[in-house]
């Protein structure tokens, strides 16, 4: 019987948790209500507050998740092969794989992320996001270094920073090939992929070892 509950529990918190996602990638989340949540998801307001504590709760547990499968977009990734140019690859690939599922989730990575758990005002969630996010910054760490001792990447780079450039040029990268398609294709006679490949590999020839 309580397993059950619980089962049932899990599932009134995603059905409400996938209404919440679609209302913030159609109106944002600041312009998001628990009203407008509670409508969409079929349920009354005061059955949403007892799942989530307030709209905060909600966000903090979406952004959690969105990490999560990130880390297990780019974990597998690196898993596809030893080669340092084809693993460089499947990130790229999964990255953009990523976007195009959980367009909302790939936008909520790019938020601010609180760094500061010294005192009690903070989500559990956020602390775990965190966690997630130094184990996503591990995985990448390795891959350099390991491409470092291989002779593949420049010796120079420093490895966080390094991480960080890259983020903040592949999601841009990615969500203009997104919001731009029509344009690339018209003005720059290529595909979103083709777009997206030739910019991978520019990224990629400036940490090389040749590069």
């Known amino acids: 019987m309580a397993r059950r509950k619980k089962e049932l529990q899990s599932v009134h918190r995603k059905n409400i948790s996938m209404a919440a996602e679609q ?8 312009n998001t209500s628990m009203n407008d949540i509670a409508r969409a998801s079929g349920y009354s307001k005061a059955t949403l507050y007892v799942y989530f504590k ?19 977009y780019i974990s597998s990734a690196l898993k596809q092969s030893n080669d340092t140019k ?13 976007q195009e599922e959980y367009p909302l989730y790939f936008k909520m990575v790019l ?7 010294e005192s009690t005002n903070f989500l559990p969630e956020e602390k775990e996001t965190f966690l997630v996010g130094e184990q996503i910054n591990g995985l990448l760490s390795v891959f350099l270094e390991d491409g470092i001792n291989k002779g ?12 960080f450039s890259f983020w903040g040029m592949f999601t841009g990268i990615i969500q203009i090939a997104a919001n731009k398609e029509t344009y690339i294709v018209q003005s720059m006679k290529k595909d979103k992929m083709e777009f997206l490949l030739y ?3 520019l990224l990629y020839n400036s940490i090389t070892a040749g590069g």
């Open 111 to 117: 938020e601010t992320i609180n760094i500061d758990f």
């Open 54 to 72: 307030n709209k905060e709760e909600l966000v903090g547990i979406l952004v959690l998740e969105s990490m999560q499968k990130l880390y297990d």
């Open 23 to 30: 209302l913030f990638m159609k109106k944002g989340i600041e």
């Open 199 to 201: 910019g991978f590999e």
């Open 152 to 163: 593949d990447f420049r010796p120079d780079i420093e490895i966080l920073p390094t991480i």
């Open 86 to 98: 084809e693993r460089y690859k499947e990130i790229c690939y999964s990255l953009v794989k990523y």
